[in-house]
């Protein structure tokens, strides 16, 4: 463990914020964090957490960069993050094992993550020459219309647990082609990566000779939280999390009239037709619903499946779950890992036995697993007769409901109705019912997917969902929009001024 964090120049974690190269800053007052490996409950290291006062002096640093980072122009502020890009390959390895040390992911998951945020460095680079603008037609003579785009400012970044340092790199790097800066609220949950990338940034701003656009603050929800967003030198908060404090984030921002883009919880559903090909189906339903301990926003948590088919999807799944690799997610060999807390594991239990109490049936899993350590649990199949309450709550552990349909139309129904709208798919082989699916009448997701699972978005398209979800947008497509200010300009390359609609007004 020593070893790993001295391969990311972690070697005494004392400072709770940094900006800049030299910029760390110790706070006096500041209290201690542990970061726990979740897989056996020792304790990794330990920073301090910044104050108010500490938070303060990184929101005017980071915002007195931004004076300089937008004058730059957007190509060569595209440079610096084709070498942060360039800087995360060289540190793959050891940042994506932190990840699973840290979080409790597989390897192989801890890696693809880095992987990530290669990805999106290289999407920006590219979109650092594209910040289109359009060209408009003026109804006036002599005049010409069109829309540019202007940097927003200093940015707060809030991220969750599950997705430590890919969620920042979505925001980041088209943060920062766009021409902010940015303060980094990372989880509590896993500080030691959110440094260990604050380093990394450091070295490329430095290269660069540039300082303060990428800045962390390690805090509690009450001294830097609370204080991030309802700070009005802010003008965008980006918050991953839960969708409860979702809605305080979106009223405090809100209150403000600022911008918010929140990326809140998930209940994905899977439709599985009478058609559909059912190795693919397994498969896609098998990772969703397994993979990191089904503790992503995007995990599957419901299979509506039709009734010609279920008992054979049923009995498939219930084997790929008894085959399940778990243990320490270090080891290539394993497939699921621990739960981040004991509380989640807590969350697991009593979601089993409410749904028992529902009439639900436990196919396989249920139990905690105490060799392995006090966070591992058996992922679980539970077969519901119709859709509770319950089932209509995110509950972020591995725990699978499988329900039956008999027509698409009622199949689309039982899947929409819940409150949640991020991930959706169906497996079939049927165009029309593809297509159905898809349709304005179909699933009322974000994302919405065909014979591929809910987990695993490629980082070019908008990432996000609808309804309790948030509505917000990040990482590939035109996302960039969200991270800057549209301006409508008028040019009048005449000698006289008429007005616009045929209105006279002569003095």
Not at 324 to 350: C, R, W
Request: aromatic content about 6%.
């Amino acid at each position: 463990m020593k070893a790993l964090l001295e391969k990311l120049h972690i070697q005494d974690v004392n400072a709770g914020i940094c900006s800049g190269i030299d910029g760390w800053v110790t706070d006096p007052n500041g209290a201690e964090l542990v970061s726990y490996n979740p897989a056996t409950g020792e304790p990794i290291a330990t920073v301090i957490m910044g104050t108010t006062t500490s938070y303060d002096k990184v929101v005017d640093k980071s915002a007195d960069a931004f004076k300089s980072w937008r004058m730059m122009p957007a190509p060569k502020r595209g440079d610096v993050i084709r070498d942060l890009g360039n800087a995360l390959r060289d540190y793959k390895e050891p940042l994506g094992e932190l990840v699973t040390l840290e979080v409790g992911k597989i390897r192989t998951e801890g890696l693809g993550e880095v992987q990530e945020m290669i990805d999106i460095c290289d999407f920006a680079v590219g979109l650092s020459r594209q910040l289109y603008g359009l060209t408009m037609h003026s109804e006036r003579p002599g005049h010409r219309m069109y829309e540019q785009w202007h940097p927003l400012g200093p940015i707060g970044i809030i991220t969750a647990f599950n997705f430590p340092v890919a969620v920042w790199a979505w925001n980041a790097a088209l943060a920062a082609v766009s021409g902010d800066t940015m303060i980094w609220k990372p989880s509590p949950s896993a500080p030691l990566t959110a440094v260990a990338v604050q380093h990394i940034c450091n070295q490329v701003m430095a290269d660069h000779g540039v300082d303060g656009v990428f800045t962390l603050t390690i805090g509690d929800n009450e001294n830097v939280a609370e204080r991030m967003i309802n700070d009005e030198r802010l003008p965008l908060i980006s918050f991953t999390g839960s969708i409860r404090v979702g809605r305080h984030v979106a009223k405090a921002v809100a209150g403000r009239l600022g911008r918010a883009i929140l990326e809140l919880g998930g209940n994905n559903g899977i439709i599985v037709a009478e058609d559909a090909n059912l190795d693919l189906a397994v498969r896609g339903i098998a990772f969703g619903a397994v993979g990191t301990a089904a503790q992503r926003c995007t995990s599957t948590r419901r299979i509506i499946a039709h009734n010609s088919i279920v008992d054979e999807l049923t009995e498939r799944l219930v084997k790929a779950y008894k085959t399940v690799p778990i243990g320490n997610p270090m080891d290539d060999a394993v497939l699921m890992g621990p739960l981040v807390s004991e509380k989640s594991v807590q969350n697991y239990f009593t979601a089993i036995e409410t749904a028992k109490a529902d009439g639900g049936e436990v196919l396989v899993g249920g139990n905690a697993i105490p060799d392995k350590g006090a966070n591992f649990v058996e992922p679980t199949i539970i077969k519901m007769p119709q859709q509770t309450p319950l089932v209509c709550e995110e509950t972020f552990a591995p725990i699978l409901y499988i329900m039956t349909y008999d027509s698409i139309d009622e199949a689309i129904a039982i899947h929409n109705d819940v409150p949640q709208g991020l991930s959706s798919a169906i497996f079939t082989n049927n165009l029309l019912t593809a297509e159905r699916f898809l349709s304005v009448q179909g699933s009322d997701c974000g994302i919405a997917n065909v014979n591929i699972g809910t987990s695993g978005a490629e980082i070019g398209g908008a990432f996000g969902g609808e309804k309790e979800t948030g509505g917000g947008r990040e990482s590939g497509s035109d996302a960039w929009k969200g991270y800057m200010r549209r301006q409508t300009n008028t040019i009048n390359y005449s000698t006289s001024l008429p007005l616009a609609q045929g209105v006279e007004f002569d003095v």
